[in-house]
C-alpha cells in the first residue's frame, strides 16, 4: 500500500530548487483519504534530515522513471506541482500544493487519481503537515525515522 502515498510525499522534495529546511528532527503528521471506499489513514512519525538528505530525497524523486512533470510554481512560500506517471499498466497523475513557513514548517495538500485503480483504489487525498521540533537525538542519523512509540528505524543509509 505504500506506493500510492509515493507522489504526495515526494511533493516538495521535486521542486527545483527547493528553499533548505532547517537540519534536524522534524514532527510529520499525515492523514490520507483513499476513494471511493473513503477509508482513512492517519500517521505520525518524526525524521531526522539534514541538507544531504533532502537533496538525495530530491534527485530521487526528479529520478522516479515514468514520471513527468507537468506543472511546477513557485510563489512567494507556496510551491504547487503536478506530476504524471506512467508505470506497465497504469496512469498515476498527482496535483500538490506545499505552504512554506519559513525553514521551519510545512502544510502539504495532494490529490492522486490512478488509472486503472491500484487495489481498488481510484484516488488518495493526502493532508500532511511538517513541523521543525529541535536536534536530532544522539542515537540517529539523517534519514532514520522515530515512530510515536519511540522505535528509531533506519530507512537506508543516512546522508552525512
Given amino acids: ?13 521535486a521542486i527545483d530548487n527547493p528553499p533548505p529546511l532547517k537540519e534536524g528532527l522534524w514532527s510529520i503528521t499525515t492523514e490520507t483519504i ?41 510563489e512567494g512560500g507556496k510551491y504547487t506541482l503536478v506530476q504524471h506517471c506512467e508505470v506497465p499498466g497504469m496512469v498515476f497523475e498527482t496535483s500538490a500544493v506545499s505552504t512554506m513557513d519559513g525553514d521551519t514548517s510545512s ?35 539523517p534519514g532514520e525515522r522515530m515512530d510515536k512509540d519511540g522505535k528509531v528505524i533506519h530507512l537506508g543509509k543516512p546522508a552525512n
Fill in 107 to 141: 502544510h502539504t495538500e495532494s490529490h492522486t487519481t490512478y488509472k486503472p485503480a491500484m487495489r481498488g483504489v481510484e484516488e488518495t487525498t493526502m493532508i500532511m503537515d511538517q513541523k521543525y521540533t529541535g536536534a536530532c537525538p544522539a542515537d540517529m542519523q
Fill in 1 to 13: 500500500m505504500k506506493t500510492l502515498f509515493i507522489p504526495a510525499l515526494l511533493s516538495l522534495a
Fill in 34 to 74: 483513499s476513494n471511493p471506499a473513503g477509508t482513512k489513514i492517519e500517521g505520525a512519525y518524526s525524521i531526522c534530515r539534514n541538507h544531504a538528505y533532502d537533496e538525495k530525497l530530491h534527485a530521487r524523486t526528479k529520478a522516479m522513471r515514468g514520471c513527468t512533470v507537468v506543472k511546477e510554481t513557485l
